[in-house]
C-alpha cells in the first residue's frame, strides 16, 4: 500500500507562519499539496517535481513554499503570512507529474487541520 500522512497542522494567529509535512511510504514524480475549506471545493495550493520544479496557486504565491526531501520520503510547506483565508483542511498527494489538477493525483493523505484566527 501507498501512505502519505501529513503532520504540523495547528491554530496559528494571523501573520504568523506554519510548517505542515507529508511523509511517504514510496517515491513519487510529483508531490502537491490541497487544501478545503468548509463549504468549498477542494483547491490546488502548490507542487513541487522531482526535478524541483514548483507550481503555486496565485493566492499563496509569496507566501507559501514547498521542498521535498527525497531521501526522507517528505515533503513540507512553509507557510507564512497566515490568512483567515486559508483556514482549511490540508492534504498532500502524488502523481506521475507536476501538475495542479486534482483527478491527475494518485494518492492522498487524510489531511492536516490548519486553523487561523484573525
Known amino acids: 500500500q501507498r501512505h502519505l500522512v501529513e503532520s504540523g497542522g495547528g491554530l496559528i494567529q494571523a501573520a504568523g507562519s506554519l510548517n505542515i509535512s507529508c511523509k511517504a511510504s514510496?517515491?513519487?514524480?510529483?508531490m502537491g499539496w490541497f487544501r478545503q475549506a468548509p463549504g468549498k471545493e477542494r483547491e490546488f495550493v502548490a507542487a513541487m517535481s522531482w526535478p524541483g520544479q514548483t507550481l503555486y496557486a496565485d493566492s499563496v504565491k509569496g507566501r507559501f513554499a514547498i521542498s521535498r526531501d527525497k531521501q526522507k520520503l517528505t515533503t513540507h510547506l512553509q507557510m507564512n503570512k497566515l490568512q483567515p483565508e486559508d483556514t482549511a483542511v490540508y492534504y498532500c498527494?502524488?502523481?506521475?507529474?507536476?501538475?495542479?489538477?486534482?483527478?491527475?493525483?494518485?494518492?492522498w493523505g487524510q489531511g492536516t487541520q490548519v486553523t487561523v484566527s484573525a
Open positions: 514510496f517515491s513519487s514524480y510529483g
Open positions: 498527494a502524488s502523481a506521475g507529474r507536476l501538475t495542479a489538477v486534482d483527478l491527475d493525483y494518485e494518492s
